[in-house]
């Protein structure tokens, strides 16, 4: 019997106790949705700790929150009789429950990232509906997490081995907390306001939200007074009337969207953004001081209630509380979820202090220009108003207008404009003020690129560069784009190009081989300081063994190819078309020339530019950057180049080369720009890269790299190499973009020179995050592809 065809039978037997005692009564959505849920939590557990330690966990679960749901429905029914809550007297078991408390008992067997994930979510979860909905489903839900949770940490700790993961910052943990509780506290409110009768302590809160204006059957009632003769009682009816027409889309809008500047600020606040820690602190204590004042001003509960009106003095204290305790505890938190440097020269991603102030400026003056346009309104047409109201009067609805109705209570709405103008204005400057509120918020928490970098971070980092560092593609770190960290130490750096929140690295660390596990770990903890994915794209499969360490997963990228000039020779069958390329361009008069761009005239640095714009119209797609260089990249002093002229001085090909030093002098060339005339001679490439593989074997270089093609792999068809699904994924890619970069045919291109290959992977802390890595990637490729070039790509995909 499999574990879903137990579970099912487990529901026809819980069914029974979800109704009234002698039926069995089953809501079909309720059920469809309890029993998805059950069949997804329950399939994860069995994946996490097998088949039968699955069913004894949901069993044991089940089995415990049932006794126990059993004595919470008893002791409630026997406190408060008849008067307790229809949701504790009448209501089943939920079915979904057991299966909440499997997870958690197998989450303490998944791995570090996953574990503090479902444990999170599903205990939040949970405390939210028990706190704000009060309900006897989600106390018992509540009931079966806990023992979840204690039953895995029992189990884990019968010497069982953790698995090492990587160590976060101290940033990130008072992040997600801080973040966790802020998300708490805006679905909470919601959770009450959607609920039919809440009874949790925190309801008092949620109320706060919800709609308190007059029922429409009050403004009907008021309108057929007049019509038997009661004009006095129509009179003071007249106010509700005037109420009544406030059941619009923009008074539930002022209700909402206080808790959906809650739920940004959450999200920004897991990304490290200081604005959005003191807006959710603001609106904390802004709802801490209204439940405190809503709850000073109601009326006790007298006569038969009053028995109950000690527990409504302290619900409404714990209300007050809760807001005020997160917004302390944020306060508390504030040191550690800003951003700070990285010590020994990483910027900080603060904004200063004027562009911190505009959008809270915009906030303030926003409000203000939406109080006084009500004000000028009501002062040209006072007639409007139900009572009359005078200048005063219209100051303080206008402000109160701002905040939600149960905040401020029915009875201090004021005087209502019941037409015109005032009245348009009175309905839709609450929401108006709120969604200003929230686009400030996106604005003050957006992401801000950094500059060119100055001529003394280019001074450091040619120093780390000349040197020597690891790796053959350190010099891509000193274009334009890349962002610079540099070590505590100063000796090592890493350039990274950051797209939203990833920072995405141009290969490996600038470190020695020493230095460069130390400086991964440095970087990686500065990132999350920092609020950043860190992500190290095409490194050298060399440092798995540090990323393994961590527990970071990784996946290949690409193969860099690498000649070496000292053992370089073109003898063999396999160097033919190579020798015939050479053997071509010595009867076609074709000569390589080594150079730099400083040192090209004029007329031949132009000939490179029309050969650029002629490939560029020819492919009709955006050139690709970050790993690959242009023509701006080729015009650095320190670059390399070698070009195929012919005897007019008309320049057929070029080839650009990127350093590598040690000790300040080049032990290596790493191809970057290739261009060549559509009407130049066969084999003009293969000409050039064998002339500067002898200019390298003739100044007794280590190295000559022909770099690296993203998402091409040496595994051809006739390969006999084991495929594993990382190397399809990459193959398929690779094929997919073929037709509009040729990244495949440029990597069987470099295998005519019989190189040595090297793995080139992308490291990252955890696998959830891939979606948003590719986009990254995507994005740092390809950062000038226009909306009309978006098709043209897409056709030219296989």
Request: net charge positive; charged share 15%.
């Amino acid at each position: 019997m499999t574990t879903a065809s137990i579970v099912l039978l487990l529901f026809v037997v819980a069914a029974f106790l979800r109704g009234r005692p002698g039926t069995m009564q089953l809501r079909p959505l309720e059920g469809v949705l309890s029993v998805a849920a059950t069949l997804v939590l329950v399939g994860a557990t069995e994946r996490l700790i097998g088949r039968r330690k699955a069913v004894r966990a949901y069993v044991a679960v089940a089995i415990v929150s049932v006794v126990v749901g059993i004595a919470i429905r008893v002791l409630v029914t026997s406190t408060f009789g008849s008067t307790a809550s229809p949701t504790y007297r009448l209501s089943g078991f939920p079915l979904y429950a057991p299966a909440v408390g499997s997870i958690l008992v197998a989450s303490a067997f998944a791995s570090a990232l996953w574990r503090r994930r479902i444990r999170l979510l599903v205990l939040a979860s949970a405390l939210v509906f028990v706190l704000f909905e009060g309900s006897f489903g989600g106390l018992v839900t509540l009931v079966a997490a806990v023992t979840g949770l204690l039953v895995g940490i029992a189990l884990r700790s019968r010497g069982t081995t953790r698995r090492r993961a990587w160590v976060r910052s101290s940033q990130h943990e008072a992040r997600v907390l801080a973040s966790s509780l802020v998300a708490i506290s805006a679905a909470g409110p919601f959770l009450a306001v959607l609920s039919r009768t809440p009874v949790g302590p925190l309801a008092p809160l949620g109320a706060l939200f919800r709609n308190s204006l007059p029922n429409r059957s009050l403004s009907r009632a008021c309108a057929g007074f007049r019509e038997h003769g009661l004009s006095a009682v129509h009179s003071a009816c007249t106010p509700s009337r005037a109420l009544d027409g406030l059941h619009t889309p923009g008074t539930a809008l002022v209700g909402f969207l206080p808790l959906v500047v809650l739920f940004l600020a959450a999200f920004f606040i897991r990304r490290g953004r200081r604005p959005a820690v003191l807006v959710a602190i603001v609106v904390n204590v802004v709802l801490g001081v209204a439940s405190g004042v809503a709850a000073i001003t109601a009326p006790i509960p007298t006569g038969a209630a009053a028995r109950y009106g000690a527990l409504h003095v302290l619900l409404s204290v714990v209300s007050a509380s809760v807001p005020l305790g997160v917004a302390a505890f944020l306060i508390v938190l504030l040191p550690h979820l800003a951003r700070r440097d990285a010590v020994g020269g990483g910027r900080p991603d603060r904004p200063n202090g004027r562009a911190a102030l505009t959008p809270a400026g915009a906030v303030l003056f926003s409000g203000a220009a939406l109080v006084a346009a009500y004000v000028v309104a009501g002062s040209v047409a006072p007639e409007v108003f139900v009572p009359a109201v005078g200048l005063d009067g219209l100051i303080g609805t206008g402000i109160l207008r701002l905040l939600p109705v149960g905040f401020i209570g029915i009875r201090h709405v004021g005087s209502v404009p019941t037409h015109g103008l005032p009245r348009i204005l009175f309905e839709n400057i609450g929401w108006a003020f709120w969604v200003v509120a929230i686009l400030a918020l996106v604005v003050a928490c957006r992401e801000r690129t950094r500059g060119r970098a100055s001529s003394t971070e280019r001074e450091s980092l040619d120093r780390i560069l000349k040197k020597g560092v690891s790796g053959n593609l350190a010099f891509m770190a000193t274009w334009d784009g890349n962002e610079i960290w540099y070590s505590p130490s100063g000796r090592s750096a890493v350039a990274y190009r950051r797209v939203g929140d990833v920072a995405v690295t141009c290969g490996d660390p600038l470190a020695t081989e020493e230095d460069a596990p130390g400086v991964v770990a440095e970087f990686a903890l500065w990132c999350d300081d920092q609020g950043l994915l860190p992500v190290f794209y095409s490194v050298r499969a060399a440092l798995l063994p540090v990323f393994q360490r961590m527990a970071w997963y990784d996946l290949p990228v690409g193969e860099e190819t690498v000649l070496r000039p000292r053992t370089f020779s073109m003898q063999g069958k396999k160097w033919q078309d190579v020798r015939s390329s050479m053997n071509r361009a010595s009867k076609a008069g074709v000569t390589a020339l080594w150079s730099t761009y400083a040192e090209l005239g004029s007329a031949t640095a132009r000939q490179i530019h029309e050969i650029s714009e002629q490939w560029m119209s020819d492919k009709g797609l955006p050139e690709m950057g970050f790993t690959l260089g242009g023509l701006d990249e080729l015009q650095d002093c320190d670059v390399a180049l070698m070009l195929a002229i012919d005897d007019d001085g008309r320049v057929l090909a070029v080839t650009s080369w990127l350093p590598s030093y040690r000790d300040g002098r080049v032990i290596g060339w790493t191809l970057d720009f290739m261009r060549r005339r559509t009407d130049s001679m066969n084999g003009v490439m293969e000409f050039l890269i064998a002339s500067a593989a002898l200019k390298a074997q003739e100044d007794d270089l280590e190295f000559l790299s022909l770099s690296a093609a993203p998402l091409a792999s040496s595994l051809g068809a006739d390969s006999t190499a084991p495929v594993d699904a990382t190397d399809r994924v990459l193959s398929f890619l690779g094929s997919a973009l073929e037709p509009a970069y040729g990244f495949q045919s440029l990597f069987t291109f470099k295998k005519k020179f019989q190189p040595d290959y090297e793995q080139l992977i992308m490291a990252y802390p955890d696998p959830i995050d891939l979606p948003r890595i590719g986009a990254a990637l995507g994005r740092a490729y390809l950062p000038d592809l226009t909306a009309r070039q978006i098709p043209k790509l897409l056709r030219s995909l296989r």
